[in-house]
């Protein structure tokens, strides 16, 4: 019998990954900026590699980190670390390599069996990923990064981290194939995030 486990989720999108400008090569390099961003910001908060596992989705990941691993924790030191290192790296890298990032950070339980994990939580991130809004906060160029921190994640910060408003977050309706949910969104700067 497969018993639900609480995770934590950190999902990653590379805007436009297969554009007709970006050759295979493109691709693959910034797959590589973005596990190496990735694995800077969790060791950076230091998160141990067994406490998370990334499901790779081709344009982008999918980190699946234990309960103890809190969202706050994600929020205050890997989205920084991530949003660095996006700028970072766009600021050297030729137009087809640069990078925009969707990213969304829930929190749920999820059934694992030898092939994968299953569950509403993490499907449910997976399609916020692909939301209209957060397609919509980067088109034109604008930012490297939009984050959408979902209420149940939100509600499992500390309350000095849940001041509102946060910062740049603003309460947006998100559209998914099944509802309209709530989340708090924002377009992400390098630096840490600003208190409320």
């Not at 137009?95 to 569950?119: F, K, S, W």
């Not at 939009?146 to 309706?173: E, I, M, S, Y």
């Amino acid at each position: 019998m497969h018993m639900p486990v609480r995770k934590t989720f950190l999902g990653l999108d590379i805007v436009g990954f297969t554009r007709p400008d970006r050759t295979d090569s493109a691709c693959l390099a910034m797959r590589g900026v973005l596990y190496d961003a990735l694995t800077s910001g969790l060791r950076k908060a230091e998160i141990p590699p067994a406490a998370c596992e990334m499901l790779d989705r081709g344009d982008g990941i999918m980190t699946l980190l234990d309960a103890v691993v809190e969202p706050g924790l994600v929020l205050d030191t890997v989205v920084p670390a991530l949003a660095a290192a996006l700028h970072d790296h766009n600021a050297a890298a030729v137009r087809q390599e640069q990078i925009q990032l969707r990213a969304v950070l829930h929190t749920g339980v999820t059934l694992q069996d030898e092939r994968g994990h299953v569950g509403r939580d993490i499907s449910h991130a997976f399609r916020l990923l692909d939301a209209p809004e957060l397609r919509l906060a980067l088109a034109g160029g604008r930012g490297q990064l939009v984050l959408a921190v979902t209420d149940a994640a939100w509600l499992r910060l500390g309350p000095d981290q849940r001041r509102l408003p946060r910062g740049p977050f603003r309460r947006t309706l998100l559209s998914t194939k099944e509802a309209a949910v709530q989340a708090w969104v924002a377009i992400l700067s390098p630096g840490p995030l600003p208190a409320g």
